[in-house]
């Protein structure tokens, strides 16, 4: 490669590593492997060495048809196309990463490691203080696919059907079958020979947006694919209409939503005719976001600031919508509402009761001491009163 910076003098083979090496010596546990890529791809090569003391891993390249004049590669190198990231514990892990890949990326690269002390030494064999492990990467000219322009669906009736289309214009080999996918999953029944692939949506709603992959296929290469994507603003499927909590207790508000792209969350608290913005620099409020998913968190409820109506947001390019849910929160004796409630009405009764009690005449309470049978005394004085009757009449 024209941006190499260092090159390597010493083309002599490298002696082979006996598998009865001396205890401590670098060792491979894990290999760069052999891929096929296409041009405007990423590759990455995983090398992992055991030895002590720790190993020391490079990472060397040789052009096709040049596999002994091998040049290192730094990390940075090809325009900022290159990287090389190291990490140690009890194994040493090197990985070799180039992203947006030309024609030119195709070679031999190879990984090097020695703990050798004489590793450095000019004057020593290579082939002695160093071990390596190679792989082959080759890559093709991406195949050349017309696809269809971003559609935007409109939610407005009358809903009209979308066709998505692809059509493989050139390809270094023929190729297999193409399907469809939609959002990293294959759609069903999608799976043609054609070069020309055709997916229909009759009745497109908000869930249908998403990104639309038309992948095809080959016998020794890779598959090959074209993005359309289907936008549609933000349409909230799924929160509570409202939520009833203990002072004390935590609540959670969620909202979810079809369209696409992925909304932007946003949540406010509605006092009146106002909003106050809600983030997680309170310490008692906490907002998670996951794509087309939110919750908002709130820790140890207070009874005078948390009750009231809480609004979630999703915007995207395409628009904007929300909804909202009623936190109500209760006091701490609510839970025993039920409880006085009864010991109210038994209280109340037990004092009807007492004052009724009260009030009754005394001629209806009978006197446990007065006796229940007619008196004699009673009777001789009706006797006597009767007698001065009659004698008065005479």
């Not at 059509?167 to 990293?184: C, D, I, Q, R, Y």
């Not at 009864?342 to 004092?351: H, N, Q, W």
């Not at 009761?353 to 001629?363: L, M, Q, S, T, W």
Request: hydrophobic letters at 30%.
């Amino acid at each position: 490669m024209h941006n190499q910076a260092h090159h390597s003098r010493d083309h002599r083979p490298f002696a082979p590593i006996s598998s009865a090496a001396i205890q401590g010596r670098a060792g491979f546990v894990k290999s760069p492997l052999s891929e096929t890529k296409l041009t405007g791809d990423t590759f990455e090569l995983y090398c992992e060495v055991v030895g002590n003391p720790i190993p020391e891993i490079q990472w060397w390249y040789a052009e096709v048809n040049r596999a002994e004049s091998f040049k290192q590669l730094w990390d940075g190198a090809r325009k900022r196309r290159v990287s090389i990231n190291m990490a140690s514990g009890t194994n040493v892990v090197s990985v070799l990463g180039i992203t947006r890949l030309t024609l030119e990326d195709s070679g031999t690269y190879e990984c090097r490691a020695s703990n050798d002390p004489r590793r450095n030494d000019l004057r020593q064999n290579p082939a002695i203080t160093w071990i390596r492990a190679q792989a082959t990467i080759s890559v093709l000219q991406k195949p050349k696919i017309n696809a269809s322009d971003q559609i935007i669906l409109s939610m407005d009736p009358p809903i009209k059907p979308i066709i998505l289309q692809c059509n493989l214009v050139a390809a270094h080999t023929p190729h297999k079958e193409s399907f469809w996918m939609k959002n990293g999953q294959e759609i069903p029944n999608t799976r043609t020979d054609q070069r020309t692939t055709v997916y229909r949506i009759p009745k497109p709603r908000a869930d249908d947006s998403g990104e639309y992959l038309c992948v095809y296929t080959f016998d020794k290469a890779p598959n090959a694919n074209a993005t359309t994507e289907v936008k549609a603003k933000p349409d909230i499927t799924g929160h509570k209409r409202s939520e009833n909590k203990n002072e004390g207790e935590n609540a959670m508000l969620y909202c979810k939503s079809v369209g696409y792209p992925h909304p932007t969350w946003t949540w406010r608290k509605v006092d009146g005719t106002s909003y106050k913005g809600i983030d997680n620099s309170s310490g008692r409020f906490f907002i998670t976001k996951r794509d087309n998913y939110t919750e908002l968190n709130i820790l140890n409820l207070d009874i005078n600031t948390d009750p009231g109506t809480y609004e979630c947001n999703a915007t995207n390019a395409i628009g904007n919508t929300s909804e909202t849910t009623i936190l109500r929160v209760r006091s701490h004796l609510a839970p025993l509402w039920p409880f006085l409630g009864v010991l109210a009405e038994i209280i109340i009764l037990v004092v009807i009761i007492v004052v009724y009690e009260k009030r009754k005449r005394p001629d209806d309470i009978i006197d446990d001491d007065e006796p229940v049978g007619p008196m004699k005394t009673n009777s001789t004085n009706n006797h006597k009163d009767k007698n001065i009757r009659q004698r008065n009449t005479k």
